[in-house]
């Protein structure tokens, strides 16, 4: 198993070992998930523990055997005893071991309590005899003596409230995305405040929906990378240097243009916009239901002409394609209209694009990144997402769903984007740190990072997918609005061509052996540039983590690891897909 590893069964030997009753104190900070646990994968009924993190937490289980039973409360949710309310430490810090006895837990409560109780233990402020409380998560208070170990309680809570509230925020949120961190945010932060000081870089290596590059950007100086480039976008707005009054400017100058360019495309499709409107204003019934699957049937997207009427897609694509300074934009309302938008909003997302081009950065980035944010929030979608349409065959569309569309597609879009931009503006404002953007793949994102202020300390945060699924595939919507390239398209769901028009990852594959391998080379090549690597995963993730932990081991011969768990719902896709996981982060460092 090599020195990384310790089956949760030697662990308890070595706590007995270590004194009497350190194991089952040891067992209580494993059913508290403050000693994070995992499956080892050829045997589920052996389970694993991180040899640092032992060694780590069984110093505060022999301090919680050497006190007497009345010092550990047992009480519990009414009366069991399965799990206590706090501990007393060896200084006489009285840590609580549970969150939320208020209903307002937050996820940076585990890793917060491990530091604390490290700092109970290294303390030598030469404090007072008598204690004091200091309030921490979820109504809990922190008892003690030492003003350090409170000062960092009241520092943690007062981190993790920042990024929590900011997490909730309804306009300023991100992109409706598989496997987002938003939630994540301050335990991340938490976790890795433990092993990188605040002069530190951080990298958020595949930064899909931006949030955890959000949530570092409150305390670090952060970079952000991904192939795609509309994930770059997206983390680009979840930092600071933008304002209220640069984001009123460029609606200013923006809306107008937008507004103009969409009366020319308007006159384009001009019968078919009408007839939305029809069906939008009249009262939801049978007859209507009729009509609209009429509608849907007979307007034309790419690569189709139409049955009746002047508006062609293949040949408005074919003239752009051809001269890619032909006007109107109109790549949304050719490819996605009735797909994945009404008519009138495709209009609006194209012309809000056509107005955003004339625009310089950073106000472009940032109008751009608002649009992205503002099409995944009014888009028609199956499981938010663009994998495939909610509306496969008109036909089979049906009353009861009637209303929802309707209700969705009578959204405007101008106004979405004015609130998310303005929305993001107001929330970069209390941002610490800009995000800088680096380009993808991952390797060549290193590469560049690497070029970066060699004198500081580095971190760099792995979010690689959970699943064999492919991402772009289920985003394409949103790249394509970036690239507006006018792409090759199959499917019902309007998906570029693979490898052609559409990224590809490496990580994409059916074989768990080979993703294992390649999680395992980029956390090898990340310690072995002398870094932190911060890799994030879930129970629920088709790789393996102590047979990736073992991979990078044997590829960079020795390595640190201090690991966090939570538990989460998790959200993927589909209906009623909500489940309970735990999801870990693992801070791992080159030794030396």
């Known amino acids: 198993m090599g020195t990384l590893l310790l089956s949760l069964a030697d662990a308890m030997n070595r706590a007995r070992a270590l004194s009497a009753g350190a194991d089952s104190s040891l067992r209580l900070l494993a059913d508290a998930k403050l000693l994070p646990v995992y499956s080892s994968g050829a045997n589920t009924d052996s389970p694993v523990v991180i040899s640092q993190d032992l060694d780590e937490l069984l110093l505060l289980a022999e301090a919680c055997a050497m006190q007497s039973g009345s010092r550990i409360r047992d009480t519990f949710f009414e009366g069991t005893n399965s799990l206590p309310d706090s501990i007393v430490c060896r200084d006489g810090s009285k840590i609580p071991l549970r969150d939320g006895l208020d209903g307002s837990d937050s996820l940076a409560f585990r890793p917060a309590v491990r530091a604390l109780l490290g700092a109970t233990i290294a303390r030598n402020d030469g404090a007072d005899s ?5 309030l921490y998560f979820g109504g809990t208070c922190v008892e003690t003596a030492s003003p350090a170990v409170g000062n960092l309680a009241v520092r943690q809570r007062e981190q993790a409230a920042v990024i929590d509230d900011e997490g909730r ?18 335990f991340l932060v938490e976790a890795l405040s433990s092993s990188l000081d605040p002069s530190g870089l951080v990298l958020d290596l595949m930064c899909g929906s931006g949030a955890a590059t959000g949530a570092f950007a409150k305390k670090w100086r952060t970079f952000a990378s991904d192939a795609q480039q509309f994930c770059r976008l997206l983390s680009l707005i979840q930092g600071g240097g933008y304002s209220h009054s640069q984001a009123e400017e460029s609606l200013r100058r923006l809306l107008p243009i937008a507004r103009q360019h969409a009366e020319v495309l308007r006159q384009r499709v001009h019968p078919w916009v009408q007839m939305e409107d029809d069906l939008l204003h009249c009262d939801v019934e049978t007859p209507l239901l009729e009509r609209y699957q009429t509608f849907l049937h007979e307007f034309p997207v790419y690569p189709e002409t139409a049955r009746t009427g002047d508006w062609s897609p293949l040949k408005e ?28 909003q495709a209009i609006e997302i194209d012309s809000l694009r056509s107005a955003i081009e004339q625009l310089k950065p950073p106000d472009r980035n940032w109008a751009l990144g608002a649009l992205i944010v503002a099409a995944s929030a009014q888009a028609t979608t199956y499981a938010a997402h663009f994998a495939q349409p909610p509306i496969a065959d008109p036909q089979k569309l049906k009353l009861g769903q009637l209303a929802r569309i309707l209700e969705r597609r009578a959204g405007s879009i101008y106004h979405e984007f004015s609130a998310r ?4 503006a107001r929330q970069s404002e209390t941002s610490a740190h800009a995000v800088r953007l680096l380009d993808g793949p991952w390797e060549e994102a290193l590469a560049q990072f690497e070029a970066l202020e060699p004198e500081c300390s580095k971190a760099v945060y792995l979010d690689a997918p959970y699943t064999r699924e492919e991402y772009s595939r289920y985003y394409h919507v949103l790249e394509t609005l970036v690239t507006y390239n006018y792409p090759s398209v199959v499917g019902r769901g309007r998906t570029p061509t693979r ?17 294992e391998d390649r999680l395992a080379r980029i956390i090898a090549q990340v310690l072995r540039r002398g870094w932190i690597c911060a890799w994030s995963y879930s129970d629920a993730g088709v790789a393996n983590i102590p047979a990736v932990l073992q991979k990078v081991e044997a590829i960079v011969s020795s390595c640190k690891i201090r690991s966090f768990a939570v538990p989460f719902q998790h959200k993927s896709q589909g209906p009623r897909s909500h489940k309970q996981v735990t999801e870990y982060v693992l801070v791992i460092s080159p030794r030396g």
């Open 421 to 424: 931009l303005l929305g993001l």
């Open 317 to 344: 694509v074919g003239q752009r394609r051809a001269d890619p300074t032909s006007t109107p934009d109109c790549l949304f309302t050719a490819y996605f209209a009735n797909i994945y938008f009404g008519v009138r």
């Open 169 to 186: 925020s309804d306009f300023a949120r991100s992109a409706h995305y598989m496997g987002s961190k938003r939630r994540l945010g301050s």
């Open 499 to 515: 490898g052609k028009d559409r990224f590809v990852s490496e990580l994409f594959t059916r074989t768990q052996l080979k993703m």
């Open 130 to 134: 008598v204690r004091q409380a200091y």
